[in-house]
């Protein structure tokens, strides 16, 4: 499911979000439990706790409201219609069912991933799996845009004819996506280079001895991460290559001690990497500074958006316009300076959109959830844990950012994967320690921040994108 849900478009029909739903569902009846351990059922329990509270504020929503919080549409309804519909707080009367079904897709996969993560080496297979698929939605992508530029898929591409957009009908959804790969692949070929390094060589000699005979995981991970890095160039999508590039160099920072690393090298040599570095981030964005020229970083009336949002959270700030109703009620606040620019079915800000159809509480708290959950693994990720922690911070980090300018984690197809990463790296924190005698074991389970050229390759080490 988790390399699976960005194929069908995103998985943006209904249908699909049910289907996956129902198999994760199931698959956490058939689940091995015996890796839970106490300190799991905190984070466990915070997440249930924050759903019960987002799925009954949508259902006090939809219910019959004759108080004061019941949306003025209804007595506008009465009086235009000469009948009394029933109240509610929520500005339309779509099922509770409807709007909460990717909110539980979110929460199934988030469960199933955490379990999965606790098993022996379950971190690195969802890592591994969803890396592979997203190199092959990038390599169909970029065949088809070649072949077939008109298609996605088996329907016609009706935007972004000249960009990459992967299996998503969005260029933005497909830049997180991609990117968040990336991450995993950079990570794995830093695990692997590290890993069968020699502590008696330095650090030319050992690049020099894998360039000779470069291991397939080596070259399976560096593949992967120029592919799917050089997809999200493809995309041209502003904020998903710089927000990716960002982070993509931070995940390489917490994972390696680049000053030791550098004065092995030779300064002047790290300096000439690090200038090779920056012309190839430079020629791979060319068509994302191309675009940033031409319309600067942001959208022309995105801030008036932002700002007629805020007055409707400001409206309506106990329990909001009602989930899924932005789409009906912000023609009503649209601002007369947009003219007919954009189609604003989303607010292109996820948190101001919730904040606005969940109102403050609700959407405060899941905010404090996500905050939570990401000082939690910067935390260990600066002291230096497993390389899924790293993927986890970096992966949140990048779906959060760009979420708040657009709306990546809306996209059921896209939310699945962030939802997987970052629980796979909530289940790795509480880690027991290992015995004294086990040293090389602790090593690969903690993966301090070290120089590449740190130990002897373990037997039993090896996987492509872990």
């Known amino acids: ?10 998985s943006l029909d209904a249908v699909w979000v049910a289907l996956w739903t129902v198999l994760l569902a199931l698959s956490l009846v058939t689940a091995d439990y015996s890796g839970i351990r106490r300190g799991h059922l905190l984070p466990i329990g915070i997440g249930l706790a924050t759903f019960a509270v987002y799925a009954s504020v949508a259902c006090l929503q939809w219910t019959v409201w004759d108080g004061p919080f019941a949306a003025p549409i209804w007595s506008e309804a009465a009086r235009l219609l000469q009948t009394k519909p029933h109240p509610r707080i929520s500005t339309i009367a779509t099922s509770p069912l409807l709007t909460l079904a990717p909110a539980a897709l979110f929460v199934v996969a988030t469960l199933r991933a955490f379990v999965m993560a606790t098993e022996e080496g379950g971190d690195r297979q969802i890592a591994r799996i969803i890396g592979r698929a997203a190199v092959a939605y990038a390599l169909y992508s970029a065949a088809s845009l070649v072949l077939a530029p008109h298609a996605l898929l088996w329907r016609d591409k009706e935007a ?3 960009n990459l957009t992967g299996t998503f009908i969005n260029r933005n959804t497909a830049a997180t996506y991609f990117g968040s790969a990336a991450i995993i692949w950079l990570l794995a070929l830093i695990r692997e280079l590290r890993i069968r390094s020699s502590r008696r060589m330095d650090a030319v000699q050992n690049l020099r001895s894998l360039m000779r005979q470069p291991p397939r995981a080596v070259v399976m991970a560096l593949g992967g991460f120029l592919t799917c890095y050089s997809a999200v160039a493809a995309t041209g999508s502003r904020a998903g290559f710089l927000l990716t590039t960002v982070l993509v160099l931070l995940a390489a920072s917490l994972s390696v001690d680049w000053w030791s690393l550098a004065k092995r090298v030779g300064l002047w040599r790290a ?13 791979w964005g060319g068509g994302v500074a191309a675009r940033i020229d031409q319309r600067g970083l942001a959208d022309q009336g ?18 909001g316009i009602g989930l899924g109703a932005f789409e009906a009620f912000f023609p009503s606040r649209r601002p007369a300076e ?14 101001l959109e919730m904040a606005a159809e969940m109102g403050l509480p609700a959407a405060g708290l ?14 260990s990720s600066l002291t230096g844990r497993r390389s899924s922690v790293i993927a986890a911070f970096c992966v949140g980090l990048l779906g959060l950012l760009h979420s708040s300018i657009d709306f990546s984690l809306q996209i059921p197809g896209y939310a699945v994967t962030f939802a997987a990463l970052m629980a796979a790296g909530l289940a790795r924190l509480d880690r027991p320690s290992r015995a004294e ?9 903690r993966e301090p921040r070290t120089a590449l050229s740190g130990s002897e390759r373990p037997a039993n080490s090896g996987s492509p994108a872990g």
């Not at 959830?369 to 000082?375: D, E, H, P, Q």
């Not at 005698?437 to 389970?445: A, K, Q, S, V």
């Open 1 to 10: 499911m988790f390399a699976l849900a960005p194929l069908p478009f995103g």
């Open 160 to 162: 972004y004819l000249g």
């Open 271 to 283: 300096a000439a990497a690090v200038g090779a570095l920056l012309v190839l981030i430079e020629i």
């Open 302 to 319: 995105r801030l008036q958006v932002y700002s007629r949002v805020a007055d409707i959270v400001a409206d309506y700030p106990v329990f």
């Open 338 to 351: 947009l003219g007919s620019a954009g189609i604003w079915v989303r607010a292109h800000s996820t948190p």
């Open 366 to 379: 899941v905010f404090a959830v996500f905050a939570g959950a990401l000082v939690a693994l910067g935390r």
């Open 437 to 445: 005698g086990h040293r090389d074991d602790r090593r690969t389970e």
